[in-house]
């Protein structure tokens, strides 16, 4: 009897456990909308209730589930306390937390920017494939340079690009004569020479003609031209940004309180990309989402070159002059803006810079890797599956003491 009966003890056990794991994840979301959502702080009573917290009325955990993405973020003065609940935390230290990435903050060697900060996350993959790049001063300290890599298939190309791709961009920088007429860009023709650095890129990976393979973290054998990176850099100078993009990691700007996109996502269902695959020979095949034939979910990228000509590595430049009301920057991997739009995101860290939000545990980092940590830890709660890496980058004082 009593071996008849253990099945069904293992099961109970089983399903208590499924039940708090669900219930620390609910917290958590619970956590991040209400702190995000309201002006003030306190518990919010999760059994279809609502609780007054001094004059303000917190919504029941219901009413805050069905909070779409672009809820916007309130814009009070009152001062946010941003914090984890210890259910929260411990949820989180399996699937990667803010403390567990790669977190930087440091002042800028040139006039460019005042700082910046970054954070690479694995959340809830098993396999970390993102990278982050920073590189204060390069070209003679003229600019700094900012770039996420989103891997695919593996994280070789994605590290070969953080190792390698603003070495090869200063080279073609200054191996390039400046044209007779200055362009936007200090005399430099960016769309030239993003051309040329992605395309140099590019071939250092393509792995040779042999479809060399190697080994994977997990011990598979993988061949090197089914591995692939997004990329988006971006160049800060002193009178212009340039950006550069090729996949669907984002760059973002917020000038005078509004989010402006500097990229736009190579996604295969984008019109134009669409008819580019299609004039090339492929199909865009919707399999769980639009994927150039079928498999992978962005149309552009580093590598991949198992798919060429559909895909291609070719980046899309902009120039953009500098203006007095551009206050940051934030660079990331769409495992951010799958779940966190332009707008929320530029809030946040608007809040963060001016010392209105604030998480708890700040383990002595600036704002900006404050900000960029938080963004992190939002996309989580809000069920972001991919790896995240977040890059702010401060333009303009914009902070306010905290008490």
């Given at each position: 009897?009593s071996?008849?009966?253990k099945p069904?003890?293992?099961?109970v056990?089983k ?5 708090g794991?669900?219930?620390?994840i609910?917290r958590?979301?619970?956590n991040?909308k209400s702190?995000i959502?309201s002006?003030?702080v306190?518990a919010v009573?999760c059994?279809g209730r609502k609780r007054r917290i001094?004059m ?8 805050l589930?069905?909070a ?5 973020i ?5 001062n946010l306390?941003y914090e984890?609940?210890p259910?929260?935390?411990?949820s989180?230290?399996s ?8 977190n930087?903050?440091e002042k800028?060697n040139?006039?460019s920017?005042?700082s910046?900060?970054?954070i690479s ?6 396999l970390?494939?993102?990278a982050v790049s920073?590189e204060?001063?390069i070209v003679?300290?003229?600019f700094a340079f900012f770039?996420?890599?989103d891997g695919h298939g593996?994280s070789r ?7 390698r791709l603003?070495?090869?961009?200063a ?6 004569k400046?044209p007779d007429?200055p362009?936007?860009?200090g005399?430099i023709?960016w769309?030239?020479?993003?051309m040329?650095c ?9 792995g ?8 994977m973290?997990?011990g598979?054998?993988?061949?090197v031209r089914t ?9 800060v100078g002193k ?6 993009n090729?996949g ?9 309180g509004t989010?402006?996109?500097l990229?736009?996502d190579?996604?295969p269902?984008r ?7 299609e004039?090339?020979g492929?199909r865009?095949?919707?399999?769980n989402g ?5 498999v ?5 990228s580093i ?5 060429k ?5 070719e980046?899309e430049?902009?120039?953009?002059k500098?203006?007095?009301l551009?206050?940051?920057?934030i ?8 779940v ?9 860290v608007r809040?963060?810079?001016h010392g209105?939000?604030r ?5 002595g980092r600036?704002p900006p890797a ?7 830890e ?8 991919d790896n ?6 401060e333009l303009k ?7």
């Amino acid at each position: 009897m009593s071996d008849a009966g253990k099945p069904s003890v293992f099961r109970v056990k089983k399903a208590r456990d499924a039940r708090g794991k669900r219930l620390e994840i609910r917290r958590m979301m619970d956590n991040f909308k209400s702190e995000i959502g309201s002006p003030f702080v306190g518990a919010v009573d999760c059994c279809g209730r609502k609780r007054r917290i001094g004059m303000k009325e917190v919504p029941s955990c219901e009413t805050l589930k069905g909070a779409g993405e672009d809820s916007k973020i309130d814009k009070g003065g009152g001062n946010l306390t941003y914090e984890l609940s210890p259910s929260a935390s411990s949820s989180q230290s399996s699937e990667g937390s803010a403390g567990d990435g790669v977190n930087v903050e440091e002042k800028s060697n040139t006039l460019s920017c005042l700082s910046h900060g970054s954070i690479s996350m694995i959340g809830r993959r098993r396999l970390m494939e993102d990278a982050v790049s920073v590189e204060p001063g390069i070209v003679a300290g003229e600019f700094a340079f900012f770039a996420v890599y989103d891997g695919h298939g593996g994280s070789r190309v994605a590290n070969a690009c953080r190792e390698r791709l603003h070495r090869l961009l200063a080279t073609e920088i200054e191996g390039r004569k400046i044209p007779d007429e200055p362009t936007d860009g200090g005399g430099i023709d960016w769309e030239k020479v993003m051309m040329a650095c992605f395309a140099n890129m590019d071939e250092e990976v393509s792995g040779g003609a042999d479809g060399s393979e190697f080994e994977m973290q997990n011990g598979t054998s993988v061949s090197v031209r089914t591995i692939g990176s997004t990329a988006v850099v971006v160049m800060v100078g002193k009178k212009e940004l340039v950006v550069a993009n090729c996949g669907d990691s984002r760059a973002v700007l917020c000038r005078g309180g509004t989010a402006v996109p500097l990229s736009h996502d190579h996604k295969p269902d984008r019109p134009d990309e669409r008819e580019r695959v299609e004039a090339a020979g492929g199909r865009v095949i919707n399999w769980n989402g639009c994927r150039v034939l079928g498999v992978l979910a962005t149309s552009r990228s580093i590598g991949d070159h198992y798919l060429k000509p559909y895909v291609i590595s070719e980046p899309e430049v902009t120039v953009s002059k500098r203006t007095k009301l551009d206050n940051f920057l934030i660079i990331a991997t769409d495992g951010l803006w799958d779940v966190v739009s332009n707008e929320v995101a530029c809030e946040v860290v608007r809040k963060c810079l001016h010392g209105q939000l604030r998480r708890r545990f700040s383990e002595g980092r600036g704002p900006p890797a404050e900000a960029a940590a938080m963004l992190a830890e939002l996309a989580m709660a809000k069920g972001s599956k991919d790896n995240i890496s977040v890059i702010v980058v401060e333009l303009k004082k914009s902070r306010c003491s905290v008490a």
